[in-house]
């Protein structure tokens, strides 16, 4: 198995290194978000170990840059932070296992195997597209009818995953949890509000609207006319 390790601190580095190399495993180290990217793409790896909390920038932000550039590698991410949203925000960026320091290297080893195991990733599906709406995952661009809509940065992310979900009732709570990272419901129309806003760029100027309401349960977006 060939490890790639992106971690600045030594002593952690130096604990999993260690292991790996008892076990018999290849291991290659890094120690900033920048010289993992550039590794994970330039060389040939079985699984990624990723920190969270790196000197030069969010490991997730570079999860999210290496599968942008269709780096498939299975991603651990490694991190203090424990939290549900903390744990949801590195598993929507594209990592496939997340675990808590401190750790034992046994646990750390034996999801490495498990995940060297899978299956190569399918590819992501940079562009989603429904009737005449279009929405660019890479360039974050939408349009519709031909036409470019300026989106906010919560509206874009309604909007990306109600498209995720065509047809499919996506709730309030489900929202608050994808698009604000809530684990609880903070009693305000946080969710009615920006949805509004978004219906009045993207459905209000066109023809028909995409996005409709279910009446006390959330959203549903289609091309139903």
């Not at 874009?156 to 979900?165: F, G, K, R, T, V």
Request: a positive charge.
């Amino acid at each position: 198995m060939k490890v790639l390790l992106v971690e600045d601190d030594k002593d952690t580095a130096g604990f999993i290194l260690r292991g790996l190399r008892q076990a018999g495993e290849s291991a290659h180290h890094e120690t900033t978000g920048k010289a993992g990217i550039i590794s994970a793409t330039t060389s040939q790896v079985d699984v990624i170990i990723f920190d969270r909390l790196l000197p030069d920038m969010d490991g997730i932000d570079a999860i999210r840059v290496l599968r942008q550039a269709k780096i498939l590698a299975p991603i651990i991410v490694l991190t203090a932070l424990a939290e549900t949203a903390e744990r949801v925000a590195g598993l929507d960026a594209g990592a496939d296992d997340y675990l808590v320091k401190p750790f034992a290297f046994s646990e750390l080893y034996a999801r490495l195997k498990a995940l060297s195991r899978r299956q190569p990733l399918q590819p992501v599906n940079h562009q989603l597209t429904l009737g005449d709406l279009t929405l660019d995952r890479t360039s974050r661009k939408v349009s519709r009818n031909g036409q470019l809509i300026t989106l906010l940065p919560r509206e874009y992310q309604i909007l990306e995953y109600l498209l995720l979900y065509p047809n499919q009732l996506i709730t309030k709570t489900m929202l608050l949890e994808k698009v604000w990272g809530f684990s609880f419901d903070p009693k305000t129309s946080l969710v009615q509000t920006h949805v509004s806003r978004l219906r009045g760029k993207l459905d209000k100027p066109f023809a028909y609207d995409l996005i409709k309401t279910v009446r006390g349960s959330g959203y549903i977006i289609n091309d139903d006319r």
